[in-house]
């Protein structure tokens, strides 16, 4: 059995071609996959989770935003009481 290695950074494409007695050459792929070492790139290729994880921070900052002004709205109304 024969062990390949392949070191690859950044999208890929895999072809394999089999041949034996019978059926003379069989072919398979796959494409646009990625091959890397960093979890950071991972997370940057893997779009649905990196938009979803943009998206997660702006509507958490946006809460606090909101909620910030809230709270001062609310004390200037107290403060205008007295």
């Known amino acids: 059995m024969d ?3 392949i070191t690859v950074n950044g999208n890929t494409t ?3 071609i089999a041949t034996d007695m019978v059926n003379p050459e069989v072919t398979a792929g796959v494409e646009n996959f ?3 070492t960093s979890r950071f790139v991972a997370f940057v290729n ?3 989770l990196f938009v ?3 998206a997660g921070c702006v509507v958490l900052v946006a809460a606090v935003v909101v909620l910030i ?3 001062r709205k609310k004390s200037d109304r107290e403060q ?3």
Request: proline share 5%.
């Open 3 to 5: 062990k390949y290695i």
């Open 14 to 16: 895999l072809k394999v």
């Open 34 to 36: 990625s091959i890397t």
């Open 46 to 48: 893997n779009t649905p």
């Open 52 to 54: 979803g994880s943009i």
């Open 69 to 71: 002004i809230l709270r």
């Open 80 to 82: 205008e009481q007295f």
